[in-house]
């Protein structure tokens, strides 16, 4: 009943043209396995934005910038994409044994400011910023923005050559293997913002299947001096991470802060 009343509060804000807070909507991608075996292992990821994790019902994820790397850390392939209306989906062929990652890493500038009595936005790069947004403009306010998307698949035994971090944007270094997580065990996580540790980050962990439940389920968790953190998992199944951070390192002296974030999809298999 409780679930029921969420979604009539949702249709009735739309429908009365209020908006809703973007934090209500979740960006994913959802394997459909992690660890696999056997001579010819694919899967396929689906990818999308919703309220409800790994339900498709807002809109697709649009897969742009959406890279795979195989277990040497060469670039490999994401096949047979395609976007619909409410889900994107690839597949990945795990042609090498060893432990791939799936990556959409991006960012740009959002600024806002007047013009003769009305309000402006721009979203964009950082190299187009000069040239589109005034050098004059009145009430100037500008964030930068930096996103990142992973998750994990393992063919056979795990490795750990695309677990290391790039140093740009905020990261996740797992001391566990991503691809070895199992209900009832504790798993650990470092946390990294440019290459540095991420000490006293905010971390959300959910359990999928937030649909057919009334409690989220959320747990949420803090880094030590170091960036790590400990989960515990209570059960099998697909869980979703995501962990956002503000700072001041820009890439442009006019933005006045950064916003990071980080999300990944794990699997925890049952013991």
């Given at each position: 009943?409780k679930s029921l009343?969420?979604?009539?509060?949702?249709?009735?804000?739309?429908?009365a043209?209020?908006?809703?807070p973007?934090?209500?909507?979740?960006t994913?991608?959802?394997?459909?396995?992690t660890?696999?075996?056997?001579q010819?292992?694919?899967?396929t990821?689906?990818?999308a934005?919703?309220?409800d994790?790994?339900?498709?019902?807002?809109?697709?994820?649009r897969l742009?910038?959406?890279?795979?790397?195989?277990?040497?850390?060469?670039e490999?392939?994401?096949e047979?994409?395609?976007?619909?209306?409410?889900?994107s989906?690839?597949?990945?062929?795990l042609d090498?044994?060893?432990?791939?990652k799936i990556a959409?890493?991006?960012?740009g500038?959002?600024?806002f400011?007047?013009?003769?009595?009305?309000?402006?936005?721009w979203?964009?790069t950082?190299e187009n910023?000069?040239?589109?947004?005034?050098?004059?403009?009145?009430k100037?306010?500008?964030?930068e923005?930096s996103?990142?998307m992973e998750?994990f698949?393992?063919?056979?035994?795990?490795?750990?050559?695309?677990?290391?971090p790039?140093?740009?944007?905020?990261?996740?270094?797992p001391v566990t293997?991503?691809?070895?997580?199992?209900?009832?065990?504790a798993?650990?996580?470092?946390?990294?913002?440019?290459g540095?540790?991420?000490?006293?980050?905010?971390?959300?962990v959910?359990?999928g299947g937030i649909?057919?439940?009334n409690?989220l389920?959320?747990?949420?968790?803090?880094t030590?001096?170091?960036?790590?953190?400990?989960v515990?998992?209570?059960?099998?199944?697909?869980?979703w991470m995501?962990a956002?951070?503000e700072d001041t390192?820009?890439?442009?002296k006019?933005?006045?802060?950064?916003r990071?974030?980080?999300n990944?999809?794990?699997?925890?298999?049952?013991?």
């Amino acid at each position: 009943m409780k679930s029921l009343l969420a979604r009539t509060t949702v249709a009735l804000a739309l429908a009365a043209g209020l908006t809703l807070p973007a934090a209500a909507h979740r960006t994913w991608m959802l394997p459909s396995a992690t660890v696999l075996s056997g001579q010819d292992p694919w899967i396929t990821v689906d990818a999308a934005v919703s309220n409800d994790l790994f339900y498709f019902e807002h809109v697709p994820l649009r897969l742009d910038g959406l890279q795979v790397f195989t277990p040497t850390g060469a670039e490999g392939k994401a096949e047979n994409q395609a976007t619909g209306k409410y889900r994107s989906t690839f597949d990945v062929h795990l042609d090498q044994p060893g432990t791939y990652k799936i990556a959409m890493a991006g960012g740009g500038i959002m600024a806002f400011w007047e013009e003769n009595g009305q309000r402006k936005r721009w979203r964009g790069t950082a190299e187009n910023f000069a040239k589109e947004v005034p050098a004059n403009a009145e009430k100037l306010q500008v964030t930068e923005n930096s996103r990142r998307m992973e998750i994990f698949a393992t063919a056979g035994k795990p490795t750990d050559t695309v677990l290391k971090p790039t140093g740009k944007g905020l990261e996740l270094v797992p001391v566990t293997h991503p691809n070895d997580l199992f209900a009832g065990e504790a798993a650990t996580f470092q946390f990294v913002l440019d290459g540095k540790p991420a000490a006293n980050l905010d971390v959300s962990v959910i359990p999928g299947g937030i649909r057919y439940r009334n409690d989220l389920g959320e747990m949420k968790l803090k880094t030590d001096k170091d960036g790590k953190l400990s989960v515990t998992w209570p059960q099998p199944g697909m869980y979703w991470m995501e962990a956002e951070v503000e700072d001041t390192n820009t890439s442009i002296k006019q933005a006045a802060k950064r916003r990071a974030s980080y999300n990944t999809t794990l699997e925890v298999l049952a013991q």
